[in-house]
């Protein structure tokens, strides 16, 4: 898969990145994002969804409720936090079949989806370089339809 990585410095370079992205979404769309506590998940996301809100919305982290959605934006966007799931049925308890068709699903602990993994996806891997408290090594991975869409962006 071509994939492409930038270097950050800054939680302001995350913010762009997100931005970028969410220019492009369309609804059906999965994203994936993966990388160690603290690495950036977070910034990514509240970035992400407020770049399509209308106003400022806050955008915590989904991790006990396990899905967050925000239906203001255009498409939608659905933040789903897996960490505490345990099996596929439970995530479609959480609306996966909906956000596929009505919205974006954005994903972090994207191996909890198991079969239920797109092959039309784009993975964020988000990365500290170990040379800076503030330095992260972002990759972009476009998998299906994705690999297409960023040869027409």
Avoid: C
Avoid at 30 to 39: C, F, R, S, W
């Amino acid at each position: 898969m071509p994939s492409n990585t930038v270097r950050i410095d800054h939680e302001e370079e995350m913010r762009v990145l997100a931005v970028r992205i969410a220019q492009i979404l369309k609804i059906g769309d999965v994203i994936t994002l993966t990388g160690g506590l603290g690495a950036g998940k977070t910034v990514f996301a509240r970035a992400l969804v407020n770049a399509l809100a209308p106003a400022p919305e806050e955008v915590p982290s989904p991790t006990f409720t396990l899905v967050q959605v925000y239906e203001n934006q255009s498409p939608a966007i659905w933040h789903f936090d897996l960490y505490r799931v345990e099996e596929e049925d439970e995530i479609l308890e959480l609306g996966w079949h909906e956000v596929r068709r009505q919205g974006v699903a954005l994903v972090e602990w994207p191996e909890r989806l198991g079969g239920l993994l797109p092959k039309d996806r784009l993975e964020i891997s988000i990365e500290f370089t170990g040379d800076s408290d503030n330095a992260r090594q972002v990759t972009f991975t476009p998998y299906g339809k994705w690999i297409s869409r960023q040869k027409d962006e």
